[in-house]
C-alpha cells in the first residue's frame, strides 16, 4: 500500500462546477499537509496547507481529518484555468511524500 | 527575484557516465530536497538536506549521491547512471518560517540515460 493514496481521476467537468479529491495517508506521525498543483509536467507549485481547523482561500477549500488519516480539497466555481493534476503531500520532518495526483480538466 | 534554478534543463548521456544536476536558491532555506517524478509513480524523494553538511536518504536514494557544503547549493550526482535512472527530476528548497511551510521547486531537469 502507498503511504500517500489519490484517485488518480481523470475528472472532467464542465465549467462552474464543483468537484472535491481526496487523499489518505499511512503514517500517522505525519505532520504537515498539503495541496500542490502541476501543470503538464513543470514545476509544482503550492496550492494550499492543510489544517485540521480547515481552510479556505477563495474557490478552494482544503480539509484535514487526523483520525480518519484524510485530506481533502474542494474547488468551487470551476474555471478553465483549474485544469491541472492535483498533488496531495505529507511530510515528517524533512520527508515528504507525494501522492501520484489527480487529474483534472474543466471543458467549457 | 526568489528562484531555484537548476542545471541543465536536458541531458541525454550514456551509461555509466558521471554526471552532476546543478541546484542552487537564493532564498537562504535550510531545507533542500531532490525528486524524481516518473509517470504513473508521481514525485518520490530522493534526498534531502535539513541544513548544511546534513543529509539524509528519500524513499528512493540507490544510485545516486548528494553534498551540500553551501547553504544555497545542493548537487545531485549520479555516479554511473544506468537507463532506470531515465527520468524528470526537481529539486526544491522549503520556507518553514513565520508559519508558513511552502517548497519552492526548479524549473526540472529531463535525463535520458542510454
Known amino acids: 500500500r502507498k503511504e500517500v493514496e489519490q484517485d488518480p481521476g481523470p475528472f472532467n467537468v464542465p465549467e462552474g462546477a464543483t468537484v472535491a479529491f481526496n487523499c489518505t495517508y499511512s503514517?500517522?506521525?505525519?505532520?504537515?499537509f498539503f495541496w500542490y498543483r502541476q501543470d503538464c509536467r513543470k514545476e509544482p507549485k503550492l496550492l494550499m496547507s492543510?489544517?485540521?481547523s480547515g481552510n479556505e482561500d477563495g474557490r478552494f477549500t482544503a480539509q484535514l481529518n487526523r483520525a480518519s488519516q484524510y485530506i481533502s480539497l474542494l474547488i468551487r466555481d470551476s474555471k478553465l484555468s483549474d485544469s491541472a493534476t492535483y498533488l496531495c503531500?505529507?511530510?515528517?520532518?524533512?520527508?515528504?511524500?507525494f501522492g501520484d495526483g489527480t487529474t483534472l480538466t474543466v471543458k467549457p | 527575484e526568489a528562484q531555484v534554478t537548476q542545471n541543465p534543463r536536458y541531458l541525454i548521456t550514456v551509461t555509466g557516465k558521471k554526471l552532476t544536476v546543478t541546484c542552487s536558491q537564493n532564498?537562504?532555506?535550510?531545507?533542500m530536497s531532490w525528486y524524481r517524478q516518473d509517470p504513473g509513480l508521481g514525485l518520490r524523494q530522493i534526498y534531502y538536506?535539513?541544513?548544511?553538511?546534513?543529509?539524509d536518504k528519500g524513499d528512493v536514494p540507490e544510485g545516486y549521491k548528494v553534498s551540500r557544503k553551501e547553504k544555497r547549493n545542493f548537487p545531485l550526482i549520479l555516479e554511473s547512471p544506468s537507463p532506470n535512472q531515465t527520468s524528470l527530476y526537481f529539486c526544491?528548497?522549503?520556507?518553514?518560517?513565520?508559519?508558513?511551510?511552502?517548497?519552492?521547486f526548479g524549473p526540472g531537469t529531463r535525463l535520458t540515460v542510454l
Open positions: 526544491a528548497s522549503r520556507m518553514t518560517s513565520g508559519g508558513a511551510d511552502t517548497q519552492y
Open positions: 503514517n500517522s506521525a505525519s505532520q504537515s
Open positions: 492543510v489544517y485540521s
Open positions: 503531500v505529507v511530510t515528517n520532518a524533512g520527508k515528504s511524500t
Open positions: 532564498m537562504n532555506h535550510e531545507y
Open positions: 538536506s535539513m541544513n548544511v553538511e546534513v543529509t
